[in-house]
């Protein structure tokens, strides 16, 4: 397995914004979802943005419902990372973050409820009100 590495994450007021970088495995470049998932406590991780990549071009991002409109999901091959801007952060946007990646062999019909093979460790990223 392959280990992501994520960046960023931190501490901010509600209404800010925070941008979260992941280091992802060279195969991300030629065929892979990408995706960043959150877990708040006591709470399952759910997935909040996913990304299909294939040579170095990407497919539409998908979101969940509670994000759309305020994060953003980018591949940057240059830095072979998966990026995760977020803008207009609420109290309940508190939660650990986490980077997933997986290779495919074939076009998948979505990256969303994918079985993600490959994680980071997680950066924390606390809202305050």
């Known amino acids: 397995q392959a280990q992501l590495m994520e960046i960023g994450g931190g501490s901010v007021q509600a209404g800010g914004t925070l941008r979260l970088s992941c280091r992802v495995p060279?195969?991300?470049?030629?065929?892979?979802?990408l995706a960043w998932f959150r877990q708040a406590p006591d709470t399952e991780r759910a997935e909040v943005a996913s990304?299909?990549?294939?040579?170095?071009?990407?497919?539409?991002?998908l979101y969940a419902d509670s994000v759309k409109g305020r994060f953003a999901i980018s591949r940057d091959n240059a830095k072979n990372t998966v990026v995760l801007q977020m803008n207009s952060l609420q109290p309940e946007d508190t939660a650990m973050y986490y980077c997933?990646?997986?290779?495919?062999?074939?076009?998948?019909?979505?990256?969303?409820?994918?079985?993600?093979?490959?994680w980071g460790q997680g950066t924390q990223v606390t809202v305050s009100s």
């Open positions: 060279t195969y991300a470049y030629r065929r892979a979802c």
């Open positions: 990304i299909y990549t294939q040579d170095g071009r990407h497919g539409a991002p």
């Open positions: 997933a990646a997986r290779p495919l062999d074939s076009n998948p019909e979505t990256c969303r409820g994918l079985e993600y093979t490959d």
